[in-house]
């Protein structure tokens, strides 16, 4: 047991003072709070020549067997880091929790004063006993910090600098401290930076080395950071629900603390399920896979390892309803099949034409996610690592009265430079022609060109550029109609059916249950204690849902919102969902009886937009994704009339 000391400081005048000259030259703030410290609670004198605290031998035993695991792995970092500090005076010191010295790698030139210090196996530094120092003030701070010459309170240390940072097991706990400290003129900050690496990287091997009959998910945004200091790593059980996660995972997933994620599954963090994303690291031999944030769409880097005892093998329990002879075959396309067989024909044929390069065309109505589809099919392709580029054409087009035409010759420029640019960018990867009907004839021309020739006019660069894109274009409505009317070009219009796959709207799935407890999943990431009745489940089943799964989601994200308990019923439904029925009063208007099933349903879903923004047109557009052009354009399409505000 650590004894406490008796020391009564003998001049509280003098170090007082020195205290306030060390705030005037700008001292850390960590610094004086320590000194505070060591005066007022440790009641330490700065001039004592009372020789460091050593534990017995016996105590000095127990404490290496207990902290056994972390000695084992830290030694090899320690190592690494005494190494690349070679010749620069520095000796590497590893404490536990309470401030003894565990272990220790010395520089011989330091050797002495770290034996005239107390720097050997046993001693005690957390502050109580050794006043202000690198190792017992990042035990309170818990934070990388410095500690350089005279900010240290001993005056028998001021010949020293400290360079420490906090070693914290998997539950968050302070459990250790790494640290460089040598007769050093000046606080060198890099060092700091190497210190702070090394006991990350201590963190992750014991993380590691506690979950390794656990299914661990790793992960970094940048593909060649993977297995370094800085990734994040995240432990699960064989059902696939998280058990725990380290801070840097924490940090670069955006949550405060690892409760709100425990019990989750792994589609609470990624848009993959355990299965999944075990078969494709296997499949890759573990290079970095492109992962997609459950939450925002951000893209990092991952794999996911099995247990130590069960390399190769699947978890218990997968959480995919693929049925597991399927699981090694499922990637980022095959995430999108729930069980509806038009969706698993299109996930088929699109698997079949990945690496044949031929343009796909999607059809759907609003909402049917068919920007989802496309990234789903560049992750799964191999331009994976690629640009993934997105072109929403309806923005771009931007129709002038005849009197403003010669004014708006310069912007029909911009627009196709803007066109090329976006070639340019997805140079690679997958180009995304969204709302592809839309696009202005110049542009149709321009597309075309690039379509067949693969590379940029001598215009948009001073050499011929290469472009090597895989082409995907989306639309609401038959392009057919529009290639008779003379707005669509014909030839554009069978290059870019190459292979024409249907999302089916979310009324026609059947995997409507599990495409909502998927979406459920995904909004309620950051409140994992939200769960959804069988009850609920049904009510959204019932209903016919025009906007499809955009409008799905938003309503899921407006109920956990607004939600009074962490069980969401039927009864948080809004009442316009109730019962299952969509409004029709418009569905007969007059204005709406020429109109095809699937312009009466884009209209039912627009009119809601409408409604749930409140008349707000700039707020429909932005919502939807496209200019107010094209939103008015739609408005007189749909024979849609708005009451005039006064």
């Known amino acids: 047991m650590l004894r406490g000391i008796d020391n009564r400081h003998r001049h509280p005048q003098a170090a007082a003072r020195r205290v306030l000259r060390q705030e005037e030259s700008g001292t850390p703030e960590y610094i004086r709070r320590s000194w505070l410290r060591c005066l007022n609670q440790y009641h330490l004198d700065p001039k004592s020549e009372r020789e460091p605290y050593v534990l017995p031998r016996q105590e000095r035993l127990q404490r290496k067997e207990s902290n056994h695991d972390l000695l084992a792995l830290a030694d090899a970092e320690m190592a690494h880091l005494y190494h690349q500090l070679a010749g620069s005076g520095y000796s590497i010191i590893l404490t536990d929790r309470d401030g003894v010295l565990l272990d220790y790698y010395g520089d011989f030139s330091f050797r002495n004063a770290a034996f005239r210090t107390g720097l050997v196996l046993g001693a005690v530094w957390n502050e109580e006993h050794g006043g202000t120092n690198g190792m017992g003030t990042c035990l309170v701070e818990r934070t990388p910090l410095i500690v350089h010459r005279e900010q240290h309170f001993f005056s028998r240390n001021s010949g020293l600098t400290c360079c420490a940072a906090p070693i914290f097991d998997h539950r968050g706990e302070l459990i250790a401290v790494l640290d460089a400290s040598g007769e050093s003129d000046r606080a060198q900050q890099h060092t700091l930076v190497l210190v702070n690496m090394a006991a990350q990287m201590i963190e992750n091997r014991l993380f590691l080395h506690h979950f390794r009959d656990a299914f661990v998910v790793r992960f970094h945004s940048r593909p060649e950071l993977l297995g370094t200091w800085g990734e994040g790593i995240i432990a699960l059980d064989g059902a696939g629900a998280?058990?725990?996660?380290?801070?840097?995972?924490?940090?670069?997933?955006?949550?405060?603390?690892?409760?709100?994620?425990?019990?989750?599954p792994l589609e609470r963090?990624?848009?993959?399920?355990?299965?999944?994303?075990?078969?494709?690291?296997?499949?890759?031999?573990?290079?970095?896979?492109?992962?997609?944030?459950?939450?925002?769409?951000?893209?990092v880097f991952g794999i996911a390892q099995a247990p130590q005892s069960k390399r190769g093998a699947k978890p218990h329990g997968a959480l995919s309803p693929a049925p597991a002879h399927l699981d090694r075959d499922r990637g980022p396309l095959e995430e999108l099949d729930f069980g509806d067989p038009v969706m698993a024909r299109n996930i088929q044929a699109t698997r079949r034409t990945l690496s044949r390069e031929i343009p796909i065309l999607l059809i759907g109505e609003s909402g049917t996610g068919k920007e989802c589809f496309a990234r789903a099919l560049h992750a799964s392709s191999e331009r994976a690592e690629k640009p993934f580029v997105t072109v929403h054409c309806g923005s771009m087009s931007e129709p002038h009265p005849p009197a403003e035409a010669a004014a708006a010759a310069p912007a029909a420029v911009t627009l196709t430079e803007q066109l090329l640019n976006r070639f340019l960018q997805a140079n690679g990867g997958t180009l995304?022609?969204?709302?592809?009907?839309?696009?202005?004839?110049?542009?149709?021309?321009?597309?075309?060109?690039?379509?067949?020739?693969?590379?940029?006019?001598?215009?948009?660069?001073?050499?011929?550029?290469?472009?090597d894109v895989q082409l995907v274009s989306a639309t609401r409505r038959d392009l057919h109609d529009k290639v008779q009317r003379g707005e669509f070009r014909e030839d554009l219009f069978y290059r870019l059916q190459g292979l024409v796959l249907t999302l089916p709207a979310l009324r026609e799935r059947k995997d409507k249950a599990a495409v909502i407890r998927h979406i459920f999943a995904q909004e309620s990431a950051a409140t994992p204690a939200v769960s959804m009745g069988e009850d609920m489940v049904d009510a959204l089943k019932a209903y016919s849902w025009p906007g499809n799964i955009r409008q799905l989601r938003n309503v899921l994200r407006g109920m956990i919102a607004m939600r009074s308990s962490n069980q969401l019923d039927a009864g948080c439904l809004p009442a316009e969902y109730g019962a299952g029925e969509v409004r029709t009063e418009d569905?007969?208007?007059?204005?709406?009886?020429?109109?095809?099933?699937?312009?009466?349903?884009?209209?039912?879903?627009?009119?809601?937009e409408i409604e749930l923004h409140q008349g707000n047109l700039s707020r429909v557009a932005q919502s939807l994704g496209i200019g107010r052009n094209t939103l008015y354009r739609n408005l007189r399409r749909l024979h849609i009339s708005l009451p005039v505000r006064r």
Do not use: M
């Open 432 to 467: 995304f022609l969204d709302d592809v009907g839309e696009l202005p004839s110049a542009l149709q021309t321009q597309v075309l060109h690039l379509i067949e020739e693969h590379t940029l006019p001598s215009a948009a660069a001073q050499e011929p550029v290469r472009i």
């Open 242 to 264: 998280i058990t725990a996660l380290d801070r840097n995972a924490l940090f670069q997933l955006g949550f405060s603390t690892a409760a709100e994620l425990l019990g989750a």
């Open 269 to 299: 963090v990624f848009s993959v399920s355990l299965n999944a994303l075990l078969a494709r690291s296997q499949r890759k031999s573990f290079h970095p896979l492109t992962l997609y944030d459950a939450r925002h769409g951000g893209r």
């Open 587 to 608: 569905t007969q208007s007059e204005q709406a009886q020429g109109l095809n099933p699937l312009e009466r349903a884009e209209r039912r879903a627009l009119l809601h």
